[in-house]
């Protein structure tokens, strides 16, 4: 049975009082997942935000009250009901890099589920598994601020949380069209002619999505090819932006990492700021090295850190990591400087490169104390 139409006044005054909390909330997880999931990890995306207007939440509750699935019994169950209040969108260039997000979404220590649920719950929908005409496909999030992200002026949206829709830049088009089209009840169903288009544009959508994917991938197929022929000097030149340096870099070690774009943002601000802009100047401050080395490097520094009970500053060896050890290992002293005083995430703390920098100091120094 639908809920009492008698509860809307009272929710959308409510609504009018709170919205401040959800336009911080929004903008707080969008600027997360922008400079946190997106930009370290070198995932080519759009990342917005929205919060719904009061005259937007009037609309939907006024629907959903002749809806029987939404049985409210009081305005705390409207809210507690729905979860698009504030939204954020992360749009990708390439549908495959939606999957990407989820992994650093689910990794993500700054943010929970709602109420401070781990792990995050994620739904996956792409509707034209049912439904021949239907090309809605994103992936859906509800993540509220971790509680020490509760602090400052954000310590009142603790009890609230946000919706994350991650989708191609692309499938976003077909998801904002038919939602304007279909989601409108005076009007009725779209009629064939509508349906007719949509159906059109859904199918240039799927294969817009695999053209983005092909046409990036031959990019950074030629640009490896331009980086690696003998008579190209590009390695003497200075990075463009952190993209280039991980097409660059990623094979440093004589063996190419598929996933070097992993936890590449900090370390390519770092590098540039200690004047090891380009493959040159990196390899000639690293000398030679070798990739087994690295990696077992990595396992037994990983070692220490389960033993200290830090696991969660694990390196990873398919990541960017490996060059961040081998730097290391050359110039712990100067990336410790350079990285002291630089502010991480909630209250303050340092950046993951300088923590785990200060845990390679600590590290050696424990092995040179019983070597």
């Not at 929970?112 to 739904?123: F, Q, Y």
């Not at 496909?137 to 009142?156: C, F, K, P, T």
């Not at 370390?267 to 040159?280: A, C, K, M, T, W």
Request: net charge negative; charged share 30%; aromatic share 8%.
């Amino acid at each position: 049975m639908p809920f009492d139409p008698k509860y809307i006044p009272d929710a959308v005054d409510r609504y009018r009082r709170e919205r401040d909390r959800y336009v911080k909330l929004a903008d707080r997880i969008a600027e997360i997942c922008r400079e946190d999931i997106c930009e370290q990890n070198a995932i080519r995306a759009q990342v917005t935000f929205r919060v719904k207007t009061p005259k937007s939440f009037e609309g939907k509750l006024k629907r959903f009250s002749t809806r029987p699935d939404k049985t409210y019994d009081d305005v705390d169950q409207i809210f507690a009901g729905i979860g698009d209040l504030a939204g954020v969108r992360i749009a990708t260039y390439r549908h495959e890099d939606c999957e990407e997000v989820v992994k650093h979404l689910l990794n993500a220590e700054m943010l929970t589920g709602p109420n401070g649920t781990i792990p995050i719950e994620i739904e996956r929908k792409d509707k034209n598994e049912q439904y021949k005409d239907n090309y809605y496909r994103a992936i859906h999030a509800q993540v509220a601020l971790h509680e020490d992200q509760q602090v400052g002026i954000y310590d009142n949206v603790g009890d609230i949380s946000c919706e994350i829709q991650i989708c191609t830049m692309i499938a976003h088009v077909w998801n904002e069209i038919e939602h304007d089209i279909g989601y409108k009840p005076d009007l009725g169903k779209p009629n064939e002619e509508e349906k007719y288009y949509l159906g059109q544009l859904g199918r240039l959508v799927r294969q817009g999505d695999l053209c983005v994917s092909g046409l990036l991938a031959a990019h950074e197929k030629r640009a490896e090819t331009v980086t690696t022929s003998a008579s190209s000097n590009s390695s003497d030149k200075a990075f463009v932006d952190q993209h280039d340096f991980v097409v660059k870099m990623r094979d440093f070690a004589g063996f190419a990492l598929s996933n070097f774009s992993g936890a590449s943002g900090q370390l390519f601000d770092l590098l540039v700021d200690i004047d090891l802009n380009s493959p040159s100047l990196i390899r000639a401050a690293l000398g030679q090295v070798e990739h087994e080395t690295l990696v077992r490097t990595m396992s037994e520094f990983n070692e220490y850190l389960s033993s200290k009970g830090e696991c969660r500053w694990r390196v990873d060896p398919e990541t960017s990591d490996l060059l961040l050890i081998a730097v290391l290992e050359q110039r712990l002293t100067q990336v410790i400087a350079e990285l002291d005083g630089r502010a991480g995430r909630g209250r303050g703390r340092p950046t993951r490169l300088h923590s785990l920098a200060l845990r390679f100091q600590d590290w050696r120094k424990e092995q040179a104390g019983t070597s």
